[in-house]
């Protein structure tokens, strides 16, 4: 510390010290916990890291949600688990537009949606397929449910028949 600093300016970098070094000890904390993560999930189910824009966090919730073979019965039981089970949203009898069930299992929903960003931004077959939508006329938001769905399928096919979707 320089002597000419005044009281305030000393205090603040002594505070501003002590955050930082706090802030390196989590990051630490943080990444050592993420690399056991990362062995459990592989010597479990490796196969889930491997997909697009799935990291530990994702794979490990996507995990805790569905549990175990058979604990979901079916794809439209997963997707109304992660919070993307389409319901009818118009106040007429003809039913033409749909809304996501905002229900379910919250951290899965969160972590679905982290996949559909991620693979929005960087993979260019899904980059194609919103391309090709909009040509069809889809909206944004109806592109983004179509994409919420087939995101929320892809690992529970994954998981009960060791296949994704293709």
């Known amino acids: 510390m320089h002597s000419s600093w005044d009281i305030e300016t000393a205090s603040t970098v002594v505070a501003l010290r002590t955050l930082a070094r706090r802030a390196h000890a989590i990051l630490k904390e943080a990444r050592e916990l993420e690399k056991a993560l990362v062995a459990i999930i592989r010597t479990w189910r490796p196969d889930l890291l491997e997909q697009f824009g799935v990291g530990p966090i994702v794979a490990a919730t996507v995990l805790c949600a569905w549990s175990h073979p058979g604990r979901v019965h079916s794809e439209a039981a997963f997707a109304m688990l992660a919070g993307v ?66 995101v929320a399928f892809d690992p529970y096919r994954l998981l009960e028949n060791g296949t994704p979707a293709t």
């Open 85 to 150: 089970a389409p319901i009818p949203a118009n106040s007429g009898q003809v039913t033409t537009r749909y809304r996501l069930n905002r229900y379910g299992d919250r951290q899965l929903n969160t972590a679905r949606h982290t996949v559909v960003r991620s693979r929005i931004q960087y993979q260019p077959a899904t980059r194609a397929y919103i391309d090709r939508r909009t040509a069809e006329g889809k909206t944004s938001r109806e592109i983004k449910r179509c994409l919420a769905r087939y």
